[in-house]
Nanobody, 125 residues
Framework: QVQLVESGGGFVQPGGSLRLSCATS????????IGWFRQAPGKEREWISC????????YFVNSLEGRFTISRDDSKRAVHLQINTLQPEDTAVYYC??????????????????WGQGTQVTVSS
């Protein structure tokens, strides 16, 4: 059974940092690109980042590049999303998703085959 489980969310003050993790099981992680999405209250889910199967290329939505970094450790079956200088507008449920890696990364959620349940990030003073 394929499972993706996010962790690391929480409540943080503006300017703070969080490291989100996506733990995988039931899949050979090396066969998948991994993406991160988020859904803010009252908004549609949006793609924010993806790391290729090989881990040598990462993509970010333009507005977030510089504050977000993504990394993967296939030996530990995990992918991490580091978020720095958090702002209230970063408040959302963050999801990781696995995309079969035939064509690398994608910013389209319909390209991702497996999804986690999400982890809540709340940024507030």
């Amino acid at each position: 059974q394929v499972q993706l489980v996010e962790s690391g969310g929480g409540f943080v003050q503006p300017g703070g940092s969080l490291r989100l993790s996506c733990a995988t099981s039931g899949v050979t992680l090396a066969n998948f690109a991994i993406g991160w999405f988020r859904q803010a209250p009252g908004k549609e889910r949006e793609w924010i980042s993806c790391i290729t199967r090989s881990g040598d290329t990462a993509y970010f939505v333009n507005s977030l590049e510089g504050r977000f970094t993504i990394s993967r450790d296939d030996s530990k079956r995990a992918v991490h999303l580091q978020i720095n200088t958090l702002q209230p507008e970063d408040t959302a449920v963050y999801y990781c998703a696995a995309k079969p890696a035939g064509r690398g990364c994608s910013n389209s959620d319909n390209q991702y085959a497996y999804w986690g349940q999400g982890t809540q990030v709340t940024v507030s003073s």
